[in-house]
């Protein structure tokens, strides 16, 4: 098999494309060329990854211009004419080569206050929480996000407005609003509303498009619209 | 260029609704100076009606108007996703409102 | 702006967005049949002239494209010109105030 052209992104917020030529390899995946460059081609080449199976999320890179877990995207599939470019995230500054810098990403999932709130105690019985109801419907079908950053990269309005909170914080926000257990919903939709938060989403649905879970934070932040509907009105959620 | 990301229906939605939206603000004080000209007489705006009747400002007239076809169309659909319970043919509602704005464009293309 | 400023600019945009399917379709309507064999001015103000039903539908019209459009510019402004904070907010005032002032106007000029 004739060798693939990989073009990779070297330096920080200013750098350069280098090339490199990586053997082919049959069920090759991105991540398994930008392996190889490591070990055999430059060993300053910086790039993250655990798991390599498709489960943590932290081989998340730009492949030819769409963010994908390189673990799980596969050469043959997206390596048009032997070639392949990859960067780091979009949308998050770089550390250097592929590593993003994942502090914003994280900051605003603590600003829209993605954490869960307790109401009982361990002297309380335990929650009976019905997993057909559909509140717990909505929370469960958001509750799978790993934090990757995939759909955070891929939001044009992360880009145009660097205070969005994004998709992902909005997608955890929406399944703690949905938890019966959670006491911190008020301060949460407060969170969550406005021009930084789930008003500024178009809906231009690249989040859902890309997000290697298959979820749908434009759904989630679509019932957040709902949802802030009575704070927007003036009243209290 | 567009990015490769940018190449799925949701987007293109977003960037029709966004063009035709700031062609048609930009449109509309124009629109009303012309209505405007009544305010003269009957005369003055036939003036301006006839001077529209040149074939490029009919072909500019006729893309107005599918572009306010296609951000009704557009519009129609944010409201149902944001305000209705989600359902997954949500999902196909840009093919639709695609649909829509072409076909009161050429329903407008023939009349004229 | 506060996130219940915010919010409130959406719910106004997304109600005007209401208001304004149902009087967009009555002008695509409008349209469509008006403009079958030519438009002229006398057509028009025959239709609109001493019509007060005519008068509140476009009076209601106005209103509602003016608050409308000046809240999507706005937002068009911030992400695409990076033009945000106060005087973006006082320039979304004052554009929704000329739309509906030139659109009144307008509305004036063809029914009175």
Redesign the interface.
């Known amino acids: 098999m004739k060798a693939l052209r990989v073009s990779v992104w070297r330096g920080g917020a200013e750098g350069r494309f280098e090339d490199f030529e990586v053997p082919r390899r049959g069920s090759q995946t991105v991540l398994d060329a930008v392996t190889y460059i490591q070990r055999h081609l430059d060993p300053t080449l910086s790039y993250r990854f655990a798991c390599r199976v498709g489960m943590c999320g932290s081989c998340a890179m730009t492949v030819n211009g769409k963010p994908r877990w390189t673990c799980r995207t596969h050469v043959d599939k997206v390596a048009t004419g032997g070639r392949l470019q990859v960067a780091p995230l979009a949308n998050l500054p770089v550390v250097k080569d592929l590593v993003a810098d994942m502090r914003e990403f994280f900051d605003k999932w603590a600003r829209s206050r993605g954490q869960f709130r307790p109401t009982a105690t361990r002297n309380d019985e335990f929650a009976k929480v019905r997993p057909d109801s559909p509140a717990r419907r909505e929370a469960d079908a958001g509750v799978e996000c790993i934090g990757c950053g995939v759909c955070y990269a891929a939001c044009d309005v992360v880009k145009w407005n660097r205070d969005y909170l994004g998709p992902a914080a909005l997608n955890r926000a929406w399944t703690l609003v949905n938890d019966e257990r959670d006491g911190a919903k008020r301060e949460r939709l407060h969170a969550v509303a406005g021009d930084a938060g789930c008003h500024a989403c178009h809906t231009m649905m690249s989040c859902t498009e890309h997000c290697p879970k298959k979820l749908s934070p434009t759904r989630s932040i679509a019932g957040l619209k709902r949802a802030t509907l009575a704070l927007a009105l003036g009243g209290e959620p | 260029m567009i990015?490769?990301?940018?190449s799925?229906?949701?987007?293109w939605?977003?960037a029709v609704?966004?063009v035709s939206?700031?062609a048609?603000?930009l449109f509309?004080?124009a629109?009303?100076?012309a209505?405007?000209?009544?305010?003269q007489g009957?005369?003055k705006?036939?003036t301006?009606?006839r001077w529209s009747?040149q074939p490029l400002v009919k072909v500019a007239e006729w893309i107005l108007?599918t572009l306010?076809?296609a951000h009704?169309a557009g519009?129609?659909?944010?409201?149902a996703?944001?305000?209705l319970p989600?359902r997954e043919w949500h999902?196909t509602l840009a093919a639709l409102a695609a649909g829509f704005a072409v076909a009161?464009g050429l329903?407008?293309a023939l009349?004229? | 702006m506060s996130t219940r400023a915010g919010a409130r600019l959406w719910v106004a945009q997304r109600a005007t967005a209401a208001v304004l399917a149902f009087c967009v379709l009555v002008h695509l309507a409008t349209m469509v049949f008006a403009v079958r064999g030519g438009l002229t001015a006398h057509e028009i103000l025959e239709r609109t002239h001493g019509n007060y039903a005519w008068c509140a539908f476009y009076s209601l019209f106005v209103f509602a494209a003016g608050i409308h459009g000046a809240i999507g510019l706005r937002t068009v402004a911030s992400e695409w010109l990076g033009f945000r904070g106060k005087a973006a907010d006082a320039a979304m005032a004052a554009i929704a105030l000329a739309i509906v002032f030139l659109g009144l106007r307008a509305v004036a000029a063809v029914v009175l």
């Open positions: 990015r490769p990301a940018r799925h229906p949701g987007w939605a977003f609704h966004r939206g700031v048609l603000a509309l004080p629109h009303f100076l209505l405007g000209t009544a305010i009957e005369a705006l036939e301006f009606l009747e108007v306010l076809a009704l519009g129609l659909r944010l409201l996703i944001e305000l989600w999902k009161v329903a407008f009349v004229r």
